[in-house]
């Protein structure tokens, strides 16, 4: 069965510093990894995702996230952070074959002033 | 691209009443997801279609929900009866499998509470 994992609940970032963001999965075979975006009353909105290539994913409003096959890991990161980055982050996982995406539970970032 | 359409955006209705809440996909997509998403259990999927057709609905919590795809474009998921526990916020997602793989579109979501 596949699992995504999210370590912690909440993370908060001062504006202007770098983030992380974590994210470990259990996939079998090799994985599709995704993450989303959640802004208060609206639905999830994609932000970038790894199918193969290069370790390194770039996606929307300058996060990155890097996939490491040895860790199972794919954390989400951004170089310096914006108060408007403030919002609950999904990590999601699923391998070929499966449209069924696994969501993690969830990282609420703050990022403060 | 009007994006995924959900209503109603806001529902309350009594325990035992019946509850239907309807989603548009994204023009040619062709896979659906309804999904449950409350502050104990998180996000879950209840069930998908592809091509109309359900394909899992091992999430589908018991009888009292059903879900149907009559055509490409409207989907609707219905709760006979409610009950107080299946407040939460339920959100809809399309994907086009062959283009995009597994990249899903989340519509804004229906918020439903059961008094």
């Known amino acids: 069965a596949q699992s995504v994992a999210q370590p912690e609940d909440q993370v908060n970032v001062a504006e202007g510093n770098p983030l992380t963001v974590k994210c470990t999965y259990s996939?079998?075979?090799?994985?599709?990894l995704f993450w989303y975006v959640q802004y208060p009353n609206r639905g999830l909105q994609f932000l970038l995702k790894?199918?193969?290539?290069?370790?390194l994913v770039k996606g929307s409003y300058g996060f990155e996230a890097e996939f490491n096959k040895s860790q199972t890991s794919f954390h989400l990161k951004k170089p310096s952070a914006l108060v408007s980055d403030s919002a609950l982050y999904f990590c999601a996982a699923s391998n070929f074959g499966n449209e069924k995406l696994t969501f993690g539970t969830g990282t609420r970032l703050t990022i403060i002033p | 691209d009007a994006g995924v359409i959900q209503s109603p955006r806001h529902e309350v209705t009594e325990m035992g009443q019946e509850v239907t809440l309807r989603c548009k996909p994204i023009?040619?997509?062709?896979?659906l997801f309804w999904y449950r998403q409350t502050m104990m259990r998180g996000l879950e999927l209840l069930i998908y279609f592809n091509n109309n057709v359900p394909i899992d609905d091992s999430g589908m919590p018991e009888d009292r929900f059903s879900a149907k795809m009559p055509n490409a474009s409207f989907s609707t998921l219905k709760i006979q009866p409610s009950e107080p526990r299946d407040s939460a916020v339920y959100f809809c997602?399309?994907?086009?499998?062959?283009?995009?793989?597994?990249?899903?579109?989340f519509g804004p979501g229906t918020r439903l509470t059961v008094t």
């Open positions: 997602a399309s994907s086009f499998g062959r283009a995009n793989p597994y990249e899903q579109y």
């Open positions: 790894y199918i193969t290539g290069d370790n």
């Open positions: 996939v079998s075979g090799n994985p599709y």
């Open positions: 023009s040619g997509h062709n896979s």
